[in-house]
């Protein structure tokens, strides 16, 4: 048995499914979700994200959240949440970064929102110096100032996709032609959740509605409000349009429908829809990630560690520099949106 074919069972009885349906399906059914079955990362796996490229990156995300809370005054207890840790090599690179900040490491209740059980126990390796905790909704976070990290983490989650009809619009939906999974348009109705995008489509354009992602922010932006920071970095822009559903599957890009549980599924995250659900919380401006790390101190940090490093490690510590930063790598594709109480500074390198 494999997913498309247990797919292709569940279409051919209940009819097609929506596109988030089938994004959360692939990437976590229980037996043979993507994410439930495998650690995807790095050069052997289907790709690589930026705490796993150089450490600088989770050094430098841990200095921001550390300022950030001793802006507004230490809080002790608080929680040091991050969503969709990965490996937990970011995690491990914030705790190293502020392991000198006095009270940080006190005063943090770790905690990690993962679904997947392989990278639960990948988690439980890296950071096996800590005490840890894993809940599996934000729902579950504790009632405590939050500073939280989300990176390549919205990409992930399930997006409905809709395509304008008139002044109404159609479901993007999988069905099944010839026992092949292929997309399918529902019939037109009225879509109340994307009124506002009457005003910058016309007939046959598709957007994207990540409901998931935005009842995520809105509850990390009630917590952050009373205390706390949050920054989401992720792939996208201030408001996307079109289909931005895509596969990568060894570091290159498949059709999204084939084989479905074998490769990594992810659309571009629409930070203007996060931003606004985040009320009560402020958000910033959303900032490319090259310019918020460069802001962050990046350069000097690179040439510190470079200065013990020769020949093929100092190249490609260099190479992982330009990578973070430069904007024809991942410093314009990737931005940064911070959340912070309306009455605190912002997030250092992130300007409201
Ligand atoms: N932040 C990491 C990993 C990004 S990949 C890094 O930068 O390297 C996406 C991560 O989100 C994985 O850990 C995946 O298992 C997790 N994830 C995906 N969907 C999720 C969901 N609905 N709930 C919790 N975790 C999820």
């Known amino acids: 048995m494999t997913l498309q074919q247990d797919l292709a069972a569940r279409i051919a009885t209940s009819g097609p499914i929506t596109v988030a349906d089938y994004m ?78 006095p ?39 504790p009632d405590l100032p939050l500073w939280l990290v989300a990176n390549e983490f919205f990409d992930a989650l399930p997006v409905r996709q809709f395509q304008r009809d008139g002044t109404g619009w159609r479901e993007r939906s999988v069905g099944l032609k010839n026992e092949t999974l292929t997309f399918g348009l529902s019939p037109v109705g009225p879509q109340p959740a994307l009124d506002h995008r ?36 992720d792939y996208g822009d201030w408001r996307s349009l079109g289909d931005t559903l895509q596969a ?32 009560p919380a402020a958000f910033t401006r959303l900032t490319p990630q090259g310019v918020f790390l460069e802001r962050l101190g990046i350069t000097n940090r690179a040439q510190t560690l470079a200065g013990e490093m020769t020949g093929a490690t100092l190249n490609a510590h260099i190479a992982a520099h330009r990578r973070l930063t430069h904007p024809d790598e991942m410093g314009n594709l990737f931005k940064v949106l911070g959340l912070y109480p309306p009455d605190a500074p912002p997030p250092p390198g992130l300007e409201p």
């Open 24 to 101: 959360s399906t692939a990437l976590l059914h229980p037996t043979f979700g993507y994410y439930s079955t495998r650690d995807p990362f790095g050069t052997d796996g289907d790709f690589t994200t930026a705490p796993e490229i150089s450490q600088m990156f989770g050094e430098l995300i841990g200095l921001c959240l550390a300022q950030s809370w001793l802006d507004q005054g230490s809080p002790a207890p608080f929680t040091l949440a991050e969503l969709g840790p990965g490996r937990g090599t970011l995690m491990a690179d914030i705790l190293r970064a502020t392991a000198q900040v």
């Open 103 to 141: 009270g940080f490491h006190n005063g943090a209740r770790i905690v990690l929102v993962e679904a997947s059980p392989v990278l639960k126990a990948r988690q439980a390796e890296t950071l096996a110096h800590f005490s840890l905790s894993w809940i599996d909704t934000v729902a579950d976070l």
């Open 198 to 233: 009457l005003e910058d489509t016309k007939d046959g354009d598709l957007v994207e509605l990540n409901a998931p992602a935005q009842a995520i922010t809105a509850d990390i932006g009630a917590r952050v409000a009373k205390g706390g920071a949050a920054l989401i970095i």
């Open 248 to 279: 990568l599957r060894g570091h290159a890009p498949v059709d999204p429908l084939d084989a479905p549980g074998t490769a990594d599924l992810t659309t571009h995250v629409d930070f203007e829809a996060l931003g606004t659900a985040a009320a």
